[in-house]
């Protein structure tokens, strides 16, 4: 049976919230989680001395939700969001939510909200966003006792306007996570640390800032929100490393696409930004950011552009795009376990 979709233009969507019909939410306490239930409810109702709104003891995941064009609702990857998200609250001191749990709970949640998933074709997916919260009366600076797992979704178009046109950054002053901080883990902190130099970035003109690594600055490290690659001259995928960058499920996708499929050599290295003209291409890749070319970086006032004077995709960006977009959405056949059918 084929669900009556939400009346919804999915072309003009962006990437905001638009309430749905259910949440997942469940309760851990006394050492244990409960089953958790569906809700229709959007508010939750915390202790006012919960350690995620005063000490930040909170970490989130992102993920996305496709029709592909027979029908079918794909989830891409979603046990590595839950092994990511175990991570995240390992590194917090948080109650772990089960994996596999997890991925259940996701593919229930998707399935209420059917009517919201956009249909095959209209450039929008469902955004999946699980969050985990430390709650319950707590005053001390020490792990809360009781959590909080929830999921929303929530219909999304592209988060960087313009699709494939390339965007404009410009590298930040300012750091998201310290060298031995927080920066791998999903967590709401690295987001707080990096909305200022996200609206700097945006006041002097440029789509979003680019952070350097933290430890030496003479490094990229990523986007607030994305992680970054680049092509060099010898068309060899390159991608930062860093232990201060979130791991994202996308970069380790094209990693394994670029070598895979189309035979491009991968390095996983530094990249400095004195020597960005060793790239051709540049991109930003994440689940929100899909793949957004990067038309040209600033640092300190030096502007260098990438692909056609930072005018349009470059070739291996686009075909990177189409493989994992196709992927995504089921026109092409992906390595095993990387798509999940509903
Ligand atoms: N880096 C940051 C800071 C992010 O918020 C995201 C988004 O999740 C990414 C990178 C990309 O990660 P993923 O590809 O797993 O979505
Ligand atoms: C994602 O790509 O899922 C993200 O988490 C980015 C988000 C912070 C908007």
């Known amino acids: 049976m084929t669900t009556k979709k939400a009346d919804i233009s999915w072309k003009d969507l962006k990437f905001g919230y638009l309430k749905t019909d259910y949440r997942f939410v469940s309760h851990y306490k006394n050492g244990k989680w409960d089953d958790g239930q569906l809700v229709s409810d959007d508010y939750l109702r915390i202790h006012e001395s919960?350690?995620?709104?005063?000490?930040?003891?909170?970490?989130?995941?992102?993920?996305?939700?496709?029709?592909?064009?027979?029908?079918?609702?794909l989830l891409f990857r979603p046990d590595r969001n839950a092994?990511?998200?175990?991570?995240?609250?390992?590194?917090?001191?948080?109650?772990?939510?089960?994996?596999d749990k997890f991925v259940d709970a996701v593919k229930k949640v998707v399935k209420a909200n059917e009517r919201f998933i956009p249909p095959y074709g209209e450039g929008?997916?469902?955004?999946?966003?699980?969050?985990?919260?430390?709650?319950?009366?707590?005053?001390?600076?020490?792990p809360a006792s009781e959590y909080v797992f929830s999921i929303f979704v929530t219909p999304v178009g592209p988060y960087f306007k313009g699709g494939l046109n390339p965007c404009h950054f410009v590298t930040s002053e300012f750091d998201r996570a310290a060298p031995r901080g927080t920066g791998a883990a999903k967590v709401g902190g690295n987001y707080a640390a990096s909305l200022k130099a996200h609206q700097i970035a945006v006041e002097q003109g440029y789509t979003d800032?680019?952070?350097?690594?933290?430890?030496?600055?003479?490094?990229?490290?990523?986007?607030?929100?994305?992680?970054?690659f680049g092509?060099?001259?010898?068309?060899?995928?390159?991608t930062p490393d860093s232990?201060?960058?979130?791991?994202?499920?996308?970069?380790?996708?094209?990693?394994h696409l670029a070598e895979?499929?189309?035979?491009?050599?991968?390095?996983?290295?530094?990249?400095?930004?004195?020597?960005?003209?060793?790239?051709?291409e540049a991109g930003a890749c994440g689940t929100a950011a899909v793949i957004t070319p990067i038309g040209s970086i600033t640092h300190c006032g030096?502007?260098?552009?990438?692909?056609?004077?930072?005018?349009?995709?470059?070739?291996?960006?686009?075909?990177?795009?189409?493989?994992?977009?196709?992927i995504q959405f089921g026109d092409i056949e992906g390595p095993e376990n990387w798509v999940v059918e509903l």
Do not use: W
């Not at 997916?125 to 005053?139: K, Q």
């Not at 232990?243 to 990693?255: A, E, M, N, Q």
């Not at 030096?302 to 196709?326: C, H, N, S």
């Open 302 to 326: 030096i502007t260098t552009k990438f692909y056609r004077d930072g005018t349009e995709v470059g070739p291996i960006t686009k075909k990177l795009y189409d493989l994992l977009t196709g």
């Open 83 to 99: 092994a990511r998200m175990r991570q995240s609250c390992e590194a917090l001191l948080m109650a772990v939510y089960p994996e």
């Open 124 to 142: 929008a997916s469902l955004y999946i966003r699980p969050f985990l919260i430390g709650v319950g009366e707590n005053v001390g600076v020490k």
């Open 243 to 255: 232990p201060s960058i979130l791991p994202s499920i996308t970069k380790y996708s094209l990693l």
């Open 260 to 280: 895979h499929n189309l035979k491009l050599k991968t390095e996983q290295r530094d990249v400095p930004v004195s020597n960005l003209d060793e790239l051709v």
């Open 231 to 238: 092509i060099t001259k010898d068309n060899v995928f390159v």
């Open 50 to 73: 919960s350690t995620a709104l005063h000490y930040g003891q909170q970490c989130f995941e992102g993920m996305k939700a496709y029709t592909a064009k027979d029908g079918r609702i």
């Open 209 to 228: 800032c680019i952070y350097l690594d933290p430890a030496t600055r003479t490094n990229i490290e990523e986007v607030g929100a994305a992680n970054f």
